[in-house]
């Protein structure tokens, strides 16, 4: 995208887009838990800079959070968790629920 532009920054992102003459941020939110904070943050800045907007966008399945506890939830019921884990952690998991039978 030739108008599309991606810049690290220190401080305050409001101080940021007004800087660089941006009127929209995107945002990326793995999980639910996520949404509350950033959507204060949304309305705060938009309190700030009327003229700003925050687009929220949702991770693929493959990038989501997912919560260890969850993992080991299903691993210690004989479900498949390859998908979600590095296969040596898999593997650890594996011995783990087997030694525990």
Known sequence: M???????????????????NARVVLR????????????QLAGMNRSLYPDFETIFLTPSEQHM???????REIASLGGDVSKFVDPRVEAKLKHKVSSQK
């Open 2 to 20: 030739n108008n599309l532009e991606v810049i690290g920054f220190s401080g305050l992102l409001i101080d940021f887009v007004r800087k660089h």
């Open 28 to 39: 990326g939110l793995r999980a639910v838990s996520d949404f509350e904070y950033e959507f």
């Open 65 to 71: 959070f997912i919560s260890a506890t969850l993992v």
